[in-house]
């Protein structure tokens, strides 16, 4: 599902990642994992095209990044739902909207949208939420909307960059349930993440990195 061939990226001449090889299969929940800098945000941005790797070859679900044309690339994304540190949602939209968005760019019948929306608020807990405005939420809640718009396109791919930096002990935990019932449905669930407590006892692979470069690989 995801397959890197010895990768690097360049930014100047700083080594983001240097020669990194790994496979996350299809189904399968992993982390990725290391300091700040140690290029966690770099390898997810590759997997979802934001960034392109200077070296080695990429596979994201049958795509070869290298011969991906141009026109290809929201094919591409719509395979892949991404959970941001930052949120990214809109605070003149209502959760419904944001969480709705992606589904109206592919120009989705407005019944079906409503249809998919609610399920995927419901599986976030929040589907009595679906008319307030992004800051009448706590933290948690603006998370867990954002999974719900990661989700809401049915991705066979889920990335997430440090989804629990922001929140507190007990609102991690519930986050870290949320992607285990995720990918227990079948979606390939893969996690950037400094918070040992994430994948502490969870029995998934841990990639670490260090100065961008893949210095081991474990079982929690």
């Known amino acids: 599902m995801i397959h890197f061939n010895d990768v690097s990226k360049f930014y100047e001449n700083n080594a983001a990642l240097r020669n990194v090889t790994f496979s996350i299969e299809k189904g399968e929940m992993a982390f990725v994992t290391g300091p700040s800098g140690s290029g966690k945000s770099t390898l997810l941005k590759i997997i979802y095209f934001s960034e392109k790797p200077d070296q080695g070859s990429v596979n994201i679900a049958g795509w070869e ?3 991906l044309k141009e026109s290809s690339i929201p094919f591409l994304r719509r395979n892949i739902g991404v959970v941001f540190q930052d949120f990214r949602l809109l605070d003149n939209r209502n959760v419904f909207d944001n969480v709705a968005m992606t589904l109206r760019i592919r120009g989705i019948d407005e019944e079906e949208v409503k249809d998919r929306v609610m399920d995927a608020l419901k599986i976030v807990n929040l589907r ?4 307030s405005f992004p800051r009448m939420l706590s933290g948690g809640e603006q998370q867990r909307i954002v999974i719900a718009r990661a989700i809401v396109g049915e991705p066979t791919i889920l990335l ?12 991690a935990a519930g986050i870290a349930r949320m992607f285990k019932d995720i990918n227990a449905k079948g979606t390939t669930v893969f996690v950037a993440t400094h918070n040992k407590e994430l994948y502490r006892n969870t029995g998934r692979r841990i990639l ?3 100065s961008g470069n893949l210095a081991g690989e474990e079982l929690s």
């Open 65 to 67: 990044l290298s011969k």
């Open 128 to 131: 009595h939420k679906s008319d």
């Open 160 to 171: 997430a960059d440090e989804p629990t930096g922001n929140l507190d002990a007990d609102t």
């Open 208 to 210: 670490r990195l260090d």
